[in-house]
T-cell receptor, first 114, second 114 residues
Framework: EAGVAQSPRYKIIEKRQSVAFWCNPI?????LYWYQQILGQGPKLLIQ????????DSQLPKDRFSAERLKGVDSTLKIQPAKLEDSAVYLC????????????FGPGTRLTVT | AQSVTQLGSHVSVSEGALVLLRCNYS??????LFWYVQYPNQGLQLLLK??????LVKGINGFEAEFKKSETSFHLTKPSAHMSDAAEYFC????????????FGAGTRLAVHP
């Protein structure tokens, strides 16, 4: 089966610009996660969707970050405006549902903010 | 709140030597514990997980880990390192709240030299 797809793989923007990342989870997976992985740190959950509903966005900086999963399949994460400290790898993961403990990760999008 | 501490951000071993990567956790509820591996420019891949039952769990690529409740540890081992094991390894614990949020450690980079 196809894995979790993410695009773009790399993005370089200037601070105060906006950027969007796209994720397509494994077919049939109801739960989708966005993580931020800053260099030298472990991934940190930004937002978790169950189908098209948000179940956890407690660590999402809502003044600049937004995410949606309108049809319960693919998802978009947006940053507007970007700051230097947003430079990181943004990982998308999916699982069968929220009771499943196995998450499958995409390759990530490496964002550099200059 | 749940947390994970990985002792040693960098570990270096010789090919054929024992691999030991340390992970300690804190959790207010019975934890589910995971080890993930990340190869350069790739997403995370699940190595093994402990949920309930046998405390010694075996994973892919010859890795295993033992859950020790009294020591709040979940160390990862492999009897004989291979060059292909060079990667970054993350220990994770499920968070509270019922939606299987993963809390990751900062990671340990494993280098294997001839």
């Amino acid at each position: 089966e196809a894995g979790v797809a993410q695009s773009p793989r790399y993005k370089i923007i200037e601070k105060r610009q906006s950027v969007a990342f796209w994720c397509n989870p494994i077919s049939g997976h109801a739960t989708l996660y966005w993580y931020q992985q800053i260099l030298g740190q472990g991934p940190k959950l930004l937002i978790q969707f169950q189908n098209n509903g948000v179940v956890d966005d407690s660590q999402l900086p809502k003044d600049r970050f937004s995410a949606e999963r309108l049809k319960g399949v693919d998802s978009t994460l947006k940053i507007q405006p970007a700051k230097l400290e947003d430079s990181a790898v943004y990982l998308c993961a999916s699982s069968l549902d929220y009771t499943s403990y196995e998450q499958y990760f995409g390759p990530g999008t490496r964002l550099t903010v200059t | 709140a749940q947390s994970v501490t990985q002792l040693g951000s960098h570990v270096s071993v010789s090919e054929g030597a024992l691999v030991l990567l340390r992970c300690n956790y804190s959790s207010s509820v019975p934890p589910y514990l995971f080890w993930y591996v990340q190869y350069p420019n790739q997403g995370l891949q699940l190595l093994l997980k402990y949920t309930t039952g046998a405390t010694l769990v075996k994973g892919i690529n010859g890795f295993e880990a033992e859950f020790k409740k009294s020591e709040t540890s979940f160390h990862l081992t492999k009897p004989s390192a291979h060059m292909s094991d060079a990667a970054e390894y993350f220990c994770a614990v499920t968070g509270s709240g019922g939606y299987n949020k993963l809390i990751f450690g900062a990671g340990t980079r494993l280098a294997v030299h001839p």
